[in-house]
Every structure is written in C-alpha cells, then in structure tokens.
C-alpha cells in the first residue's frame, strides 16, 4: 500500500487493478482480478500457483479487458465442486450488485461506462 501512487491509493480512476491468490483447505486456488474504483472482481480457476501460471491468467485477462468475496467461497469450500457455471453466475452476482461507495451504481455500470484506459504497473 506505501508503493501505491496516491491516485491509486485514493480510487480515483478507473483502471487500477489488483489481484491475488485465493487458496482452499484442500488443494486449489483461484486468482482473484479487482478493480480498485469500481470494485470490478473477476474470478479465475488457477491450477497451480506458479509466478508463470499466475502471469499467464494475468495477461490472458487483461488481454481480453476493453480499452466480496470470501462470503461466497469460505475457506473450507471444496474446489472440485467449483464449476465454471458456478464462477460465472458469482462473477455476475458480485458485479451487478449496487455499492454504497459507487453510488449505488454495480461495479459493471462503474467498469464497462467509466473505463478510458488500463494502467498497468509492475
């Protein structure tokens, strides 16, 4: 957080993203991509946890990106029963749901209507 540019630290622009490993109790994890202004959350089944691998979902997503999560998914959750259909249907329900802090407005409406450019910062 002391390396973040105070702009992305404030939310200020849409853009700024992080992400991070979600791990189980029993083998698997899912990377976790979260747009810091709008909330924007995507999950992606990670099959393993390698820098590489990790890197590869990375760019394949932001590739794809036009110029709450531990409640759903507890740690005890069993990964084998993670389908993508179920990822999807939670990709959906977490960013059509209105947020306080956006104005009410879903992380989707704040993403897919506000979004100039992705700034990526290694």
């Not at 992080?18 to 909330?39: A, C, N, P, W």
């Not at 890197?55 to 590739?63: E, H, Q, Y």
């Not at 990822?87 to 704040?110: D, F, H, Q, S």
């Amino acid at each position: 957080m002391h390396e973040r540019p105070p702009d992305v630290n404030a939310r200020e622009d849409v853009g700024n993203f992080e992400s991070d490993l979600m791990q189980f109790s029993t083998y698997g994890q899912l990377l976790v991509i979260h747009e810091r202004k709008s909330r924007f959350t995507i999950f992606i089944w990670q099959e393993t946890k390698t820098a590489d691998d990790v890197a590869d979902n990375l760019v394949s997503f932001f590739n794809d990106v036009p110029q709450e999560i531990r409640r759903f998914l507890p740690r005890k959750t069993d990964p084998a029963e993670i389908t993508p259909e179920r990822l999807a249907k939670l990709n959906e329900l977490i960013n059509n749901t209105p947020r306080k802090c956006l104005g009410y407005l879903t992380p989707n409406e704040v993403f897919f209507n506000k979004i100039t450019s992705v700034a990526l910062q290694t």
